[in-house]
Every structure is written in structure tokens, then in C-alpha cells.
């Protein structure tokens, strides 16, 4: 997802932003690491409070890797795991699908491409052999090619017709330049029809590796047979991924930007400096992005901009992390002639939280909302915790990071939020509104 995307949903709803971070461990969950015969690790979570099993997994690369010109490919790629393998065409291969109870799905972002499956524990031979064909002897007919590409096509047609398109295609150029966090994931109307079954075959065979491999396993399966599922999957995949090196990148701030069109309303968008997960100061600036604009109806930026002023429905800021790139963000939606107030509102709501800090009040209510509600986000099912899981290894964090996480963030103090505030906030962001006669 890039960062405008996210920025669009928390223009309109003040989603939790602490994500990952701000999850509290079920006190039943134990976190496994497991190596397979062949020496390819994953970690699992064994559960068999229903008889399913969920299996999860990214390979590192994503649409980074799509070659200049065939900008897309990855994407696409994504499209057809599903649409035949090995022997099987594409109706063959759906049926077998539907006859093994199995849910398969693949899809991809910047950083990674991604895989899952949820299968019966019962039936799990038969979805794990079709799932071994998909990852291993994709087709890529030419039939099933066109359609899949048809079909993307239709939705950047439908998506050029949205003024947040263009908005989208601006922000990510100013923060990004060059670099090819600025492509577009899904391609464009001129490099998608230029991509061949062969080109999906070369991505396949650069994307899909053991050392770029990360797997999580929850459910009904103990670390035996889950080892043997990682060589059966994972197994004969060649040893080394021939990725294009991507450079890490700060988002370009200090940029004024505005996109003129007739909507309702505007919207704002702000990107200030982010920080990784392994950084020392990663639980204050969760902390600090919380008390700003975090999920409870608490943050300060809730509390100006909405309850006191009425000024919006909804306004929020996020911690967004990628692999290259990380920033913090504020989104809302205002009345277009009050777009001007609305944004020297959280100007100042954000220059005061970076010139002193939180409260104790405040940081002792960011604690108790980050820790008790994480786990209705992060740890509700076999998925979300296959997906947490994977997040963790994607930001090489240690699997014990969930277990100290309740006492890293309790060990944060007011002054530790007041200097990363002033590390994040104090300095001039990135701007955009679109709307009508917008200025920023």
C-alpha cells in the first residue's frame, strides 16, 4: 500500500495506528521457530481450537522488481497462481481447489509478494499439494494471461477516472522521485499489454526463493509436520532470489502541494519523518503518534479538530513503515471553505506536542489503550496472527519481540515521547490538499 492510500483511509476514518506494534500477547499463544530437513525456517504458532491450519508467506521483492517497461508484471503475476499449474489448466486447477476445502490467495505490494492458504486439517494433503503446484509450476497460459490483464486494465481506467489518482501519482513522485516506490504497483495502460507469459515466467523465476522466504504457520499442526510442509512447499525453489538492489530513501518533505478539483470536500494530507521498528526510540514515537492521532477517541487531533470545532469526521495519523522508507502521516476531510482553519488547526496541534511533549495523563492513557486493544486487531485469528507474524520477520524483528513488547512499552517515559517529538514533528512536512480551490 503506498503511503497516499493509507493517508485516504485515515481521511475518513481514524483507524489504530500503532499496528504491530501495539499488540498485546495472548498469554495462550506460543510462538515457535522451526527449521525444515532442508534448513528453510518459519515460525509457528500451534492452535487446535478448530481443525484448521493457515499458512502464510512473502517472498521479498514486490513491484520494486518489476523491469522499467514492464511496470505491472509483479502485480500481474499475483493474479494467476490460481489460473493453472502443473497439469492442471485453469478450471481444473479451481476445481481441484474447490474439491480440497482450501482458500488460496497471492498478492503483492512495494516490498514483497505474498501467499496464504487456509485448509482443514483434514484435507490439508490435498490443498497443500495443489498449493505446492502454484508456488512451483504456475502456468501462465495465455488465455487466463489476457483475462487477468483485461481485467486490471478495466479497474486503471475505472481509477483514472478518480482525482485522487492523480493526486496519488503527484505525492508519491514529490516524496519519492526515482525511486521505485514511485511506480505504480499495478502498472500502467502502456507497460501492461507489453507483458508476456515469458516475462511472468522470468519474474516467477527471480521472486520466488528460499533466501528471500519468510513463512508462518497457525493452527492445527504440530512442528513435525509443519517442517515437513516448509520442504514439500519450499523445498525444490531455487536457493537464491535474483533481486535488483533497492536503495533505502527519506520521503522528500517541506513540499507544498495542491490537486484543483470540483469534489465536496478537501482533503489533507501530511507526511512528516517516520522511524523503523528497530530503532531505539520506536515504543515513544508510537506512543507520541497515539496521543497525536491514534485510534482512541483520546488523541489530540480528534479532540481539536473534530470535537471542539466539528471541523471533520474523522482525523488521524499513522506510524506507515515499509522496507526502504518509513513516515508519519495525518489525513483528514474537511468542507472545502474551511480547509484553510482545519489545517492550521493540526499545524498547531502538532507544533505544541512537539515543543512539550505529552502529558503524564496522556502517555499513561496511550499505554493502557496500545496495550488492551491490540489484540482485537492483531491476534483474533489464525490469519491475522499468520500475517503478524510475517510482518515481524519482514521488519527482521526477534520472535521473542511480541512477548517484551507489553514491557518495552510500559518502560517509556514523557521525556522519551517529548525528544521524538521533537525529532518527528519539528520540522516542515509535506503538504497536499485536493479539492476545490485548494491552498495549502
Same mark, same amino acid.
Given at each position: 500500500?503506498?503511503?497516499?492510500?493509507?493517508?485516504?483511509?485515515?481521511?475518513?476514518?481514524?483507524?489504530?495506528?500503532?499496528?504491530?506494534?501495539?499488540?498485546?500477547?495472548?498469554?495462550?499463544?506460543?510462538?515457535?521457530?522451526?527449521?525444515?530437513?532442508? /534448513?528453510?525456517?518459519?515460525?509457528?504458532?500451534?492452535?487446535?481450537?478448530?481443525?484448521?491450519?493457515?499458512?502464510?508467506?512473502?517472498?521479498?521483492?514486490?513491484?520494486?522488481?518489476?523491469?522499467? /517497461?514492464?511496470?505491472?508484471?509483479?502485480?500481474?503475476?499475483?493474479?494467476? $497462481?490460481?489460473?493453472?499449474? !502443473?497439469?492442471?489448466?485453469?478450471?481444473? $486447477?479451481?476445481?481441484?481447489?474447490?474439491?480440497? !476445502?482450501?482458500?488460496?490467495?497471492?498478492?503483492?505490494?512495494?516490498?514483497?509478494?505474498?501467499?496464504?492458504?487456509?485448509?482443514?486439517?483434514?484435507?490439508?494433503?490435498?490443498?497443500?499439494?495443489?498449493?505446492?503446484?502454484?508456488?512451483?509450476?504456475?502456468?501462465?497460459?495465455?488465455?487466463?494471461?489476457?483475462?487477468?490483464?483485461?481485467?486490471?486494465?478495466?479497474?486503471?481506467?475505472?481509477?483514472?477516472?478518480?482525482?485522487?489518482?492523480?493526486?496519488?501519482?503527484?505525492?508519491?513522485?514529490?516524496?519519492?522521485?526515482? &525511486?521505485?516506490?514511485?511506480?505504480?504497483?499495478?502498472?500502467?495502460?502502456?507497460?501492461?499489454?507489453?507483458?508476456?507469459?515469458?516475462?511472468?515466467?522470468?519474474? &516467477?523465476?527471480?521472486?520466488?526463493?528460499?533466501?528471500?522466504? &519468510?513463512?508462518?504457520?497457525?493452527?492445527?499442526?504440530?512442528?513435525?509436520?509443519?517442517?515437513?510442509?516448509?520442504?514439500?512447499?519450499?523445498?525444490?525453489?531455487?536457493?537464491?532470489?535474483?533481486?535488483?538492489?533497492?536503495?533505502?530513501?527519506?520521503?522528500?518533505?517541506?513540499?507544498?502541494?495542491?490537486?484543483?478539483?470540483?469534489?465536496?470536500?478537501?482533503?489533507?494530507?501530511?507526511?512528516?519523518?517516520?522511524?523503523?521498528?528497530?530503532? %531505539?526510540?520506536? $515504543?515513544?514515537?508510537?506512543?507520541?503518534?497515539?496521543?497525536?492521532?491514534?485510534?482512541?477517541?483520546?488523541?489530540?487531533?480528534?479532540?481539536?479538530?473534530?470535537?471542539?470545532? =466539528?471541523?471533520?469526521?474523522?482525523?488521524?495519523?499513522?506510524?506507515?513503515?515499509?522496507? &526502504?522508507?518509513?513516515?508519519?502521516?495525518?489525513?483528514?476531510?474537511?468542507?472545502?471553505?474551511?480547509?484553510?482553519?482545519?489545517?492550521?488547526?493540526?499545524?498547531?496541534?502538532?507544533?505544541?506536542?512537539?515543543?512539550?511533549?505529552?502529558?503524564?495523563?496522556?502517555?499513561?492513557?496511550?499505554?493502557?489503550?496500545?496495550? =488492551?486493544?491490540?489484540?482485537?486487531?492483531?491476534?483474533?485469528?489464525?490469519?491475522?496472527?499468520?500475517?503478524?507474524?510475517?510482518?515481524?520477520?519482514?521488519?527482521?524483528?526477534?520472535?521473542?519481540?511480541?512477548?517484551?513488547?507489553?514491557?518495552?512499552?510500559?518502560?517509556?517515559?514523557?521525556?522519551?515521547?517529548?525528544?521524538?517529538?521533537?525529532?518527528?514533528?519539528?520540522?516542515?512536512?509535506?503538504?497536499?490538499?485536493? /479539492?476545490?480551490?485548494?491552498? %495549502?
Amino acid at each position: 500500500m503506498s503511503i497516499l492510500s493509507a493517508l485516504r483511509r485515515l481521511a475518513i476514518v481514524a483507524i489504530p495506528a500503532l499496528l504491530l506494534a501495539t499488540l498485546p500477547v495472548r498469554a495462550e499463544v506460543q510462538f515457535q521457530q522451526i527449521t525444515s530437513p532442508q /534448513g528453510i525456517k518459519a515460525w509457528l504458532v500451534e492452535d487446535y481450537a478448530v481443525p484448521i491450519v493457515t499458512i502464510r508467506f512473502a517472498f521479498e521483492g514486490g513491484t520494486t522488481q518489476d523491469p522499467a /517497461g514492464k511496470e505491472g508484471v509483479t502485480n500481474l503475476l499475483t493474479y494467476l $497462481f490460481d489460473e493453472g499449474a !502443473g497439469d492442471f489448466d485453469s478450471d481444473a $486447477f479451481q476445481i481441484a481447489l474447490d474439491a480440497a !476445502g482450501a482458500e488460496m490467495s497471492f498478492a503483492a505490494d512495494l516490498d514483497a509478494v505474498y501467499g496464504s492458504m487456509r485448509m482443514l486439517a483434514d484435507n490439508k494433503d490435498e490443498a497443500l499439494d495443489l498449493l505446492k503446484l502454484a508456488i512451483e509450476a504456475p502456468r501462465f497460459d495465455q488465455n487466463p494471461v489476457d483475462r487477468m490483464r483485461a481485467q486490471v486494465l478495466s479497474a486503471i481506467a475505472m481509477s483514472a477516472q478518480n482525482p485522487a489518482t492523480a493526486a496519488e501519482k503527484l505525492w508519491t513522485e514529490t516524496l519519492f522521485g526515482d &525511486h521505485p516506490y514511485a511506480r505504480p504497483v499495478d502498472g500502467t495502460a502502456e507497460t501492461l499489454p507489453g507483458i508476456t507469459p515469458a516475462d511472468l515466467r522470468a519474474q &516467477h523465476k527471480a521472486l520466488f526463493a528460499r533466501d528471500n522466504l &519468510h513463512v508462518a504457520i497457525v493452527g492445527a499442526i504440530d512442528a513435525e509436520a509443519a517442517a515437513a510442509t516448509l520442504d514439500l512447499l519450499f523445498g525444490a525453489l531455487p536457493a537464491e532470489a535474483s533481486l535488483v538492489p533497492v536503495a533505502d530513501i527519506a520521503p522528500v518533505l517541506g513540499q507544498d502541494l495542491q490537486v484543483e478539483y470540483p469534489l465536496p470536500q478537501t482533503s489533507i494530507y501530511m507526511a512528516y519523518p517516520g522511524i523503523t521498528h528497530t530503532d %531505539p526510540q520506536y $515504543f515513544a514515537a508510537a506512543l507520541m503518534n497515539e496521543i497525536l492521532g491514534g485510534g482512541s477517541v483520546l488523541s489530540r487531533l480528534t479532540d481539536e479538530v473534530r470535537e471542539k470545532r =466539528g471541523l471533520t469526521y474523522g482525523v488521524s495519523s499513522s506510524l506507515l513503515n515499509q522496507q &526502504h522508507a518509513n513516515a508519519l502521516v495525518v489525513g483528514t476531510a474537511t468542507r472545502a471553505d474551511r480547509a484553510a482553519e482545519t489545517l492550521e488547526v493540526i499545524k498547531s496541534v502538532i507544533a505544541r506536542l512537539a515543543a512539550e511533549g505529552p502529558t503524564e495523563a496522556e502517555l499513561a492513557s496511550a499505554k493502557k489503550y496500545t496495550i =488492551g486493544s491490540a489484540a482485537l486487531q492483531e491476534m483474533s485469528s489464525s490469519q491475522a496472527i499468520a500475517g503478524t507474524l510475517i510482518g515481524l520477520q519482514l521488519w527482521d524483528l526477534d520472535i521473542d519481540y511480541l512477548p517484551r513488547r507489553e514491557e518495552l512499552i510500559n518502560a517509556v517515559t514523557v521525556e522519551d515521547v517529548k525528544a521524538v517529538a521533537a525529532r518527528l514533528l519539528g520540522v516542515k512536512p509535506t503538504i497536499m490538499l485536493l /479539492g476545490p480551490k485548494a491552498a %495549502p
